[in-house]
């Protein structure tokens, strides 16, 4: 069975840090194009970042740019997004997905391009 599952959302201040992590099972992501999204109350689910099946390319929306890092590790079957200097504005259930090698990467973000999804993990920013 495929199954994506993530883990390491909660509640953190303003200006904390998290660390989700995606697992993979049923599957080897090796191949994939992996993206983390998220989807706040009421808005629609948008695209963070993504990261090439090798891990060489990746992409960041532009409200999460030079705070988060995406990153992942092949052999541990696993992808990762780091979250630095979190904002009540990044408060939201994050979802990673798997997308097939050759995910375009000019319109990355949009959710139609990626087959795979977890169950998602929530992230709250708050003081």
């Known amino acids: 069975q495929l199954q994506l599952v993530e883990s390491g959302g909660g509640l953190v201040q303003p200006g904390g840090f998290l660390r989700l992590s995606c697992a993979a099972s049923?599957?080897?992501?090796?191949?994939?194009?992996m993206g983390w999204f998220r989807q706040a109350p009421g808005k629609e689910r948008e695209g963070v970042s993504c990261?090439?099946?090798?891990?060489?390319?990746?992409k960041y929306a532009d409200s999460v740019k030079g705070r988060f890092t995406i990153s992942r590790d092949n052999a541990k079957n696993t992808v990762y997004l780091q979250m630095n200097s979190l904002k009540p504005e990044d408060t939201a259930v994050y979802y990673c997905?798997?997308?097939?090698?050759?995910?375009?990467?000019?319109?990355?973000?949009?959710?139609?391009?990626?087959?795979?999804w977890g169950q998602g993990t929530q992230v709250t920013v708050s003081s």
């Open positions: 997905a798997a997308g097939p090698p050759g995910v375009v990467f000019s319109t990355w973000y949009r959710p139609e391009h990626y087959d795979y």
């Open positions: 049923g599957f080897t992501l090796g191949s994939n194009t």
């Open positions: 990261i090439s099946s090798g891990g060489g390319y990746t």
